[in-house]
């Protein structure tokens, strides 16, 4: 029996498989952030897919993080109903969905919010975003949001919560030097960097409890001069496992990573070139106990299963190739195993800024567009 397919737990929560739907924007909420029928459809449909953990876009946490138009938030209480709905529906096809929770820093797009970007220290973002950096005072109530927000998902029904630490957002700023400048006891050193993350995610934890799966998603590398990096990834994984995290992501870029931004273009010539992260996963194992979830250009079943195999991963993640085949996992277990047809164009951004939320729109190698549910 291929490793992929078999039964496992992140902590109290049973997996039918070892793949995973790693976030992904999808642009489907309502202009006032709460779930929409189509979005919880399309969570329903990657469990449908046999996607063993379902991992949802990011949450924002609190109206100041948000960074993205229609993208969904969890920060009242007033969204919980939608939200319970999207966890009936994957629930009710026998799939398990956890919830990225996430506040986007200096990412966060204040016209549209009217509220300030906030950040570790004062920086202009590529967008003429001027970033205020976060007192005190800011930082209790995002600890606090970010636990609220937790405490939302247990109650919707969700079987766990990822805290967004990666890809430049307000938790991967406090963690890389680039961004984070403070002299206080959130700056500097790594230990005080870290401080803000895992401070959040005790908060978390004390919210939801021991029985409540929490995971974290972290940049293996911010692939930026000055910035965040891989015994800078071992050392803070370390921190989050001493402090009761379930399972870590790794992921890596940020949206200022030139061609190494986390949605890289172009296929891998070699299926030993499809991950992104190999590197990183193997110094991550050589010290870690806790489950590694790998993400980053997987497109082949041989090579998720070595990887698997070769004990450089507990979970395979996959973003961009479930947007064109929310089957894929589904076509891999009946015996099916070639590669996914996802050709990484990113074109599935297209109509998202459109506002008519993710879809593939690309043309693969038959000069066919992708059939309705993308099983191929």
Known sequence: MSRLFEATSIGSMKLANRFVRSATYEGMAAPDGICTPALQEKMAEL??????????????????????????????????????????????????????????????????TGLPALGPSAMEMANGTAVQP????????????????????????????????????????????????????????LENRA????????????????????????????????????????????????????????????????DKIPSRIGLAKAGEDEVYYREAARAFK???????????????????????????????ALSRPLIREPGLVRRWRSADPAKATCISCNRCYRPILRGDGLACEAIDRTGERPGGQGDG
Request: net charge neutral; no cysteine.
């Open 195 to 258: 401080r803000l993350l895992l401070e959040t995610a005790a908060r978390v934890r004390s919210r939801v409890g021991e029985g409540f799966p929490v995971l974290v998603k972290i940049n293996s590398d911010d692939f930026v001069e000055g910035g965040f990096g891989p015994d800078d990834m071992v050392r803070v994984s370390k921190m989050l496992e001493k402090a009761g995290v379930n399972a870590i992501e790794i992921s890596g870029g940020t949206g200022i990573s030139g």
């Open 286 to 316: 050589r010290e870690m106990t806790i489950p590694l979830i790998l993400v980053g250009g997987i497109r082949s079943l041989p090579v998720a299963e070595a990887l698997v195999v070769d004990g450089l991963a507990d979970y395979i």
């Open 47 to 112: 469990a449908e897919g046999a996607v063993g953990l379902i991992i949802t876009g990011h949450a924002f946490v609190s109206p100041e993080g948000r960074v993205r138009p229609f993208q969904y938030g969890i920060h009242h209480d007033g969204v919980v109903p939608a939200l319970a709905a999207m966890t009936r529906a994957v629930h009710d096809r026998g799939g398990r969905i956890v919830i990225q929770l996430a506040h986007g820093g200096g990412q966060a797009i204040s016209k549209a």
């Open 134 to 189: 976060a007192d005190p005072d800011d930082l209790g109530r995002i600890r606090e949001a970010f636990s609220e927000a937790a405490r939302r998902a247990k109650e919707a029904g969700f079987d766990g919560a990822q805290i967004h630490a990666a890809h430049g957002y307000l938790m991967s700023q406090f963690l890389s030097p680039y961004f984070n400048k403070r002299t206080d006891g959130y700056g500097g050193g």
